[in-house]
Structure formats: structure tokens, C-alpha cells
């Protein structure tokens, strides 16, 4: 007889396959029903939808009830459980591995397709509809067999296994894996929706602008989670990794970082189709690319072919997604070739001196930017494929050029806002750009007066002063006029966005150019001092469970609070942990960590600070980015629709 | 008066005062580094030998540790640059710690491919607005006019009409 906990694997299972079941139906039903028109077989598909969603709930469920009755008759739960992990990250633990990240995924995914199956229930019979709601269940379909064969979570264990190593010790010490993972792949799954209705768009021929205006808030919001959940990561690794960096372009980072790029072109270019009726190749193809890059970022990150800190074991998922990756891009690329006459757009784009001329420009940028990302990101792999050695592509190469992408990006930050649509004259760019140029040079002196140095961090400020200005003004004009209304819509919620961007980009820039540091070897009692600040050893502290045991060297800072920056050897893992601990104000942080080995016996320790300017400024960007993200969401002052959108500005002198 | 300040002689004051100050900022003296910054620097560019893609600045592993030592070592010594002893451990691991591809043979096409992508893309984007240009020689209607009219007589702060 099965006890209560080993029925996990087999109610999991179950629950997949009825998922699996009602998905295969479920994108059956739209299919036929809608070429066929046929009503009756189109009311079964939110019924599929709810089916497949109860049933990934419940495998999901059943995960996690496995996981806190630490049911070790599963592999999974052999990987990553253990009978001293703490509740809240053994709750977590589900997701810390390859198995249980695709069961989320699979979670979320049944999700936004059960909402959009009954936001769109009246609309069932429109034949957009129905073959989004097909898109939407085939790729269900991909993640159901996904999580019944090569990334199945309720596999059985080796018997007699009583106990695990617990999920990774850097996923169990920071309240961000509760929510860094789940945001950002809601951000991640999120832009299926937008490709399931632009494949529909394809199908149906209706490539004009209805299906930009039906998703249009599903992947701006699915933008932001993504946005969100970078910024979670980022804060995470700089709380948690102890080498006082936000971002490292490792491999598992770029797999999230390049279907954003992707994704922000997107919102951008889409504005010149919904507007003109322009770029309609040039919208469906990122959307496809973003799509497709999450499933090959998966594919590099999950397969076991790059690696990366972040990335889980090797595994036979790699051909799956490939495969997959391949059927989107494929089909994709044969439905836009299919259409390709009724995706001629009608109008042109005036001057490159325009709103959409600068669109278009960032879209250039951040398109390169999307490709060199990629690139780095699998050049160990073509080298290796190449001539069998293997090479390393690491944070240098992508600074590099980075730094001037994001100089490009931020100047037109600067320009962009400002611009009419259409075609903009240099008196009417002198009289909008003039205050916003001066925000720039006062930023610049400020800077100066500071004591900053250094050409690309001093241009950083000058462009984030001078893009700051232009943002504001907008946001001025718009407040002015309409009172807090003003705040919201698209072109000023995105300017709220674009202020958050700016505050990140001079944090980076101040963070990666003047951060200091310093070894210091403290002895208790004795006062050391470093960039103006002081460090007394004032003694250690001990914490031991069955997981792991911390010693902490307790460190007073400028004769004030004191930190404990910390030393972890989790018994699973034999491994020293590093902790640091973040004196953060407005103006810098103060970053300690201590290095091993770390003796309660003894009186003295080495230590490394890191003072790091203005690194709390990229998470107030960060919050202003989601905050903005919000405003954009709700609607703003519109103009008539009975308005052409084509007509020609003719010269006037 | 304010026209006066937009004109363009007050824009070619404003770039020659931001390029003063640029170059003032970009030349003066940082102030000295420590030795750890230095230590810092040079050992974001080395990967660390056993560890999954993560630099040695990065790494806790016992084998960057191992090469964090040797740099404050080679630091300390002041006999090198941060090049020198960048390539002196190269060497040692035979080139496959560097972060930084080479730019000689397939290493340099990760450095030519985003330059010519680049290329590529601003060329794609100058002949479509040279055929935007080309296609778009017809004279405006007065529906084309009135239209425009209107619009020119609209909020200015309308998002849509920005």
C-alpha cells in the first residue's frame, strides 16, 4: 500500500498526463473548430484550458507536497531535497533545478493560456482567436511532453535513500529565490501570448494592426515582469554572490538579457505600426525572435552545452528544444513569406529626423546589441565545434561593447522623446532639446565638481543628465496640461521608464568606475581605516544547524552599527560560502565579506571592503522601470481614431 | 530673447563647453589606485581555470584563489603590467583563461561579426530611407493639409501627438 507521501510521483504523473490530454484537445478543438466554424467544438477549448491548467496546478502541487514530506522515493526530490532544509526553501527547492524550473514554466504557461482563453471566451468563434488559442496549447503540449519524458519531475529514486543534499547552498540563503525565479519566468512565458497572436495574425491574414492592439498589454506587461525579474536577479546576486557585482554576463544572465533586448525593440517599433502602419515584417520578426530566443536561451542553459554558475546539470533536454526551437523559427519564418504580400505596409517613413526615424534606430541598436550578446554568448561553442579547444568569453569582451551600445542607446534616450512624428525641423529641435541639453552640461559639472574622472562614465552622466531632462520635460508638459493624468499612457508611463533606465545606467557607470576596495587584516580592538571609513573587529558569532554551520566575523563601521559579513560551510557541499554584508546609503555602499579561514578562537580577521558609489540608485531605477511599466499600462489622452495614419507632411516653409 | 539663446551659435557654445569639460574630467588625475583595485582589475580578465565560465575576481574556487595570489604577488613586485602579468599566466594555462578572445584567427571573428552586423544594419537602414525618400515625392492633398493643420493645432503634450 502507498503511503500519503509516495503518492506523489504517481498523482504528478497522472496530473501530466491529463494535462497533456486536454492540451492535445485543446489546441485540437481550436484548430478544427475554427477552420471549420464550427461554434460547438470552439466552447470545448476553455474547457481544455482549465482542464490542462488544473491538471499542471496539481502535478505542480504534488511537487511541492512531495517536497515538504520530503518524499525521497523521487529522484527529484533525492536531487534537491533534504530533511534539514527550512521550510520556506524547501518550498523554493522545487524550482532550484531542471525538473522543477520546466514545471513551473508549464505552471505558468497553462495559466496565461486558461486567461486568455476566457478573456477571449465571447470571441472564441474569430478565427485570430482560435489559432492563437492553438498556438498557445501546442506549445503547452511541447512542455507537457517535456515534463513526461526528459524533464520529468516524478521519476523514481534509488531505493533507499532517506535523506538528500538539499538544493544548492546559494539557493537557500536570500528571500529572492521566493520571488526572482517565478517573476521572471512569468515575464519569459508571458511572451508567448503576443506570438501565439501574431501566428494567428499570420494564419488568418489579418496582419494589419488588430492583433498588436489585442496584445499590446500582454506583452508590455510581460516586458516589465521580465524587466523586474533581471533586476530581482541582479539584486539577489549582489546580496547573496559575495564579489559585489550585479551582473556577470554569464550565460544563464544572457539567456534572460537577450529576449529582453529583443522584446524592448518590440515595444518601441511597435508604436510606428500601430501609428503608421509600418514595420509589420519588422514587429512580427522580433516577436518570433523573442519567442524563440527563450526557448534557445532554455536550450544553451539547461542542455548542459555552456557553462554557466546558474546552469542545471546535463541533461537529454537539449534536442527536445532544439527541435522546438527549430519548428518555431521555421514556421514562423514560412507564414511571413506566406503573407508576404499583405505585409507590405503602405506608408514610409518621412525623415530619419522623426519619432519612427528613431525608433528605428533604436531598434537597429538594440537588435546588434541582441546579436553581440548571442554571439559571445555561444562563441565557446562554435570554437569549439571549430578547432576542439575551448575558449572563454567573459564580462570584459561584453563591457566592452556594451559600454558603447548603452552610450548610443542613451543618446537617443536624449533626441527620441522630443521628436514629432514625421518629420521634425532644427528650430523645432532646438526649442525641445535646448533646457534638456542644459541638464546635461549641469550634470556634467556636477559631476566635475564631484571629483568624477574618466571619459565614459563622465559622458554616461552628461547623456543620462541630458536624457533625464528630455524625459522630464515631457513628463512636465504632460502633468501641466492634464494633472496626474498626464502620468499615465504609454509615451509618458515609458517616460517614467526611461528615468528608471537613466538612474540605472549612471549607477553602473559610477558603481563599475570608482568602486574601491582594499584588504584589510583587522585585529579585535584595533581601528583600521580605508577610504575614509573605519573597521574595528568587535568579535565573532557562531550559528550551527544540521545544514550548515556560519561563523561571522562582527564588524563595527564608522563607530557606528556593525555588520557581520560570513562564512558558511554547508555540510552537503564541504564548500566555504561567502556572505557579505551591504551598508547601503544613497550615496555608496559599504560591501564587506570575510575571507576564510575564519576561527572563533581567534582574535583577528582578513577582510575585503568595497566602497561602491550610488549602486542603491539601480534599484530605485529598477522600481521606477516596474512602476513605469504600470503607468504605461493604463490609457492615456488618444487621438481620433477616424484619423489617417498615412497621410504625407507636406513642406512648410 | 529666449529665441535669441536657441539660436545655433549658443549650441556650438554648449558642445565646445561640454567637450572642455569632458577633456578636463578625462585628463585629471584619478587619484592613486590600490594595490587590491589593481589586484581587482587584472583578475576580472582571467577565467578561473575550474570553475564554470566565472572570472578569478569572481570565483571562490581554491584555484583562483591559487592565481588571485599569484597576481597580488606580481603586483606587489611592481616589476609588471597588468598586461604582462596577464600574459605571463596565460602562458602558463597556455591561453585558455583568457576572458578576452584574441583578436587573431577565429578568435577575432567575435570582434569582426558585431562590427560588420552593425555595418550591415545602419547600410540597411540608410537605403531603406533612401527609397522612403525616393517613393515619396507626391504632393500632399488639402484632405493631406487640413489634416496636418489640425494636428499642429492640438495639445501638444497628447502622447500621441508628441
Redesign the interface.
Known sequence: MLSVSGLAGPLGRAALLVGLIGAFFGMFAAAVGTRQQDEKVLKLVPRFATLSCVAAFLAFVAMEWAMITRDFSLAYIQKVGSRSTPALYNFTAVWSALEGSILLWLLVLTCLTLAIAYKYRARINDPMVGWAMATMFFVGIFFFILTLGPANPFGAGAPGVFDGPGPNPLLQNHILVVFHPPILYLGYVGMTVPFAFAIGALITGRVGEGWLIETRRWALFSWGLLTFGIILGSWWSYEV???S?VW?W??VENASFIPWLTATAYIHSVLVQE?RGMLRVWNLSLLVSTFSLTILGTFLTRSGV????H?FSDSNIGPYLLSFFAIIVVVSVVLIGWRGDKLHAPG???S?LS?E?AF??NN?IF??FA??VL??TV?PL??EA??N?????????FD??AVPTGLTLLFLMCIA??L??RKASSELL??RL?WP??C??AA??F??LVG????AP??TF?LGGFAGGAALR?LV??T???GLR?LV????GGMVVHIGVILIAVALAASNSY?????LSLKQGVVAQFAGHTFELTGFTEMSDARRTSISAVIRVDGGKSYAPAISKFKSMG????TPSVKSSLTKDIYLTVEPPLKMSSKSAKI?VFIKPMVMWLWIGGFLMGFGTLLSAFP????RPT??TS????EYS | MMKK????PV?ML?GL??VA??T???T???GPL?Q??RI?AIT??I?CPT?????V??S?ATAAESIRNQVARDVAAGTMSDNQIIGSIADTFQG??????RATG??S??WI??IA??VC??AG?FV??RR??R??S????A???A??KR?LGE????????
Not at chain 1, 389 to 397: A, D, S, T
Not at chain 1, 636 to 639: T, V
Not at chain 2, 51 to 55: A, I, L, P
Not at chain 2, 138 to 141: E, F, P, V
Open positions: 554572490l559575495g564579489w557585482g556577470a554569464d550565460p501609428r555552456l557553462n554557466s554558475v546552469a514610409t517613413i518621412d530619419p519619432r526615424g528605428l534606430a537597429v537588435s546588434v546579436f553581440v554571439l559571445g562563441f562554435v570554437v571549430i578547432q579547444r575551448q575558449l572563454v568569453v567573459g564580462e570584459p569582451f566592452k561593447l522623446p522630443v514629432p512624428w532646438s526649442e535646448f541639453a542644459w546635461g552640461i556634467l559639472v559631476s566635475l568624477a574622472t574618466g571619459f563622465l559622458l552628461t515631457q508638459l504632460a501641466r496640461r492634464q498626464g499612457g504609454r509615451a509618458n568602486t574601491r576596495s582594499q584588504e564548500t566555504n560560502i561567502g575585503k492615456g489622452r488618444r487621438r484619423d489617417p497621410a504625407r507632411v507636406p | 539663446l536657441k539660436s545655433w549650441w554648449m563647453l561640454v569639460l569632458l578636463v574630467g578625462t585629471r588625475d584619478s590600490t587590491s583595485d581587482d576580472k580578465r577565467a570553475c564554470d565560465g566565472e572570472s575576481f569572481v571562490r585558455k583563461i583568457l576572458l578576452v578572445p577565429v578568435d571573428l567575435v561579426l558585431p552586423v552593425l544594419a545602419v537602414l531603406a530611407f522612403w525618400k517613393n515619396n507626391g504632393d500632399a492633398t484632405e493631406d493639409i489634416l496636418v494636428l495639445d501638444p503634450t497628447d502622447e500621441e501627438n508628441v
